[in-house]
């Protein structure tokens, strides 16, 4: 199989004037963005209502929660599997028991709701601040950075060693499955560049948080639980490729990050397409469109990550054929289709995955510069969605 190693180019693009300071974003778009500055329509106007919500928040942090890990630190992050449930064979109602595609509300009672939320609220905010220049923004924003990853008395510990946990197996431990857990954190990251043009967000907030991911990263690279999750074949191996590679470019391991990506073809996208297109260890699931898509959308992440270094790995194609392109076409032809068309598992939400695929349908044509899937997606994806999408991709 062929994938050709581009030397990577260590390149920063202003996003604003701010401050006269630049942005490295890796996810979102950076010309959406400059034009959503100037700009008073609903897209503007959503991402600003989103960040106005966040304002008077009090977030959740991990010390919050009522359940202490096993290693007796409240600051190490715990979060339970989403698809285990109790055993109903047993008295004590252990070990649970796996049931693919449905969530144990239970998964509430732990950290990832607050962690979501957080990197959410960062996000929203950041945006806010760079459309409108107001600091109540980047001030909000920095204080959650802040409670989340700084401050001493609330901050989570760079490792994941209690991520999704299943009571009765594991004595505690957590799985590498947990590792997907931090995903929210490779686009907040973007919103983090963005609040470098505030003055409220200081260099030592900037050196703190870059020590804290460069301690994650150093996790994510060695640890048993991990590792795990880098040997995984389906979409957990290829999310935590996004991660590694994003967490290393923005602590400065430039080195790090091009070495995964330039390994990316063929360690990832040509073990999990096949020639036709489709994503087997993803159509084997009870959701298997929303898995299939879910692991797309991790594709055109590591794509939008790579082409910020100048790197093409939307084009990457092997001998026998297997590309992103073919994958985006294999799903594209269930679009607007009743779901028992399609000839595998969705148990749930079958309009929600159809919306999220026509985003991916459309962030493809944003990324290749072609409108390749354009019928797919125009007139299909929602005015709520499209408010906030439109501008980040």
């Not at 923004?137 to 920095?142: E, G, L, N």
């Not at 999704?164 to 799985?175: C, D, F, V």
Request: with cysteine.
């Amino acid at each position: 199989m062929k994938y050709l190693a581009f030397k990577m180019l260590a390149i920063t693009f202003c996003l604003c004037s701010i401050g006269g300071s630049f942005a490295q974003t890796r996810i979102w778009n950076k010309n959406s963005l400059e034009n959503g500055k100037s700009m008073s329509s609903a897209v503007t106007k959503y991402i600003i209502r989103s960040a106005d919500k966040e304002l008077d928040k009090t977030l959740l942090t991990v010390v919050d929660k009522k359940t202490t890990p096993p290693s007796g630190d409240k600051h190490d992050y715990l979060s339970q599997g989403r698809y285990w449930w109790p055993n109903p064979k047993t008295a004590n109602r252990l070990p649970y028991i796996r049931k693919d595609g449905v969530v144990n509300p239970e998964i509430e009672d732990f950290d990832r709701g607050a962690l979501g939320a957080m990197a959410k609220s960062v996000a929203n905010l950041s945006l806010a601040f760079y459309l409108t220049h107001d600091d109540k923004y980047a001030s909000k924003a920095v204080e959650n950075i802040r409670i989340w990853f700084i401050n001493k008395d609330t901050r989570m510990n760079p490792n994941m060693n209690y991520g999704q946990t299943i009571p009765g197996r594991g004595n505690g431990a957590g799985r590498g499955e947990g590792v997907l857990d931090t995903y929210s954190f490779v686009e907040m990251l973007d919103g983090v560049e963005l609040l470098k043009g505030s003055k409220k967000f200081t260099i030592n907030d900037q050196n703190t948080l870059k020590n804290w991911f460069t301690d994650y990263l150093n996790w994510l690279l060695t640890s048993d639980v991990a590792h795990e999750e880098q040997n995984a074949k389906n979409n957990h191996g290829t999310a935590f490729d996004i991660q590694a590679t994003r967490y290393a470019l923005f602590v400065g391991k430039n080195d790090v990050a091009e070495k995964i990506i330039n390994e990316f073809p063929a360690k990832r996208l040509f073990k999990q397409i096949q020639p036709d297109g489709s994503q087997p260890l993803e159509l084997e699931r009870t959701t298997a469109l929303g898995y299939s898509t879910f692991n797309l959308t991790h594709f055109l992440d590591m794509c939008t990550i790579a082409k910020s270094m100048k790197i093409d790995l939307f084009n990457s194609k092997s001998e026998d054929g297997r590309s992103i392109t073919k994958a985006l076409e294999y799903l594209a032809q269930y679009v607007g289709k009743p779901k028992e068309e399609f000839p595998y598992k969705q148990i749930k939400d079958w309009d929600g995955v159809q919306n999220k695929l026509c985003w991916q349908l459309y962030r493809a044509d944003k990324i290749s510069s072609k409108r390749v899937f354009e019928k797919y997606y125009l007139n299909k994806i929602s005015d709520s969605d499209k408010n906030a999408n439109s501008l980040l991709y």
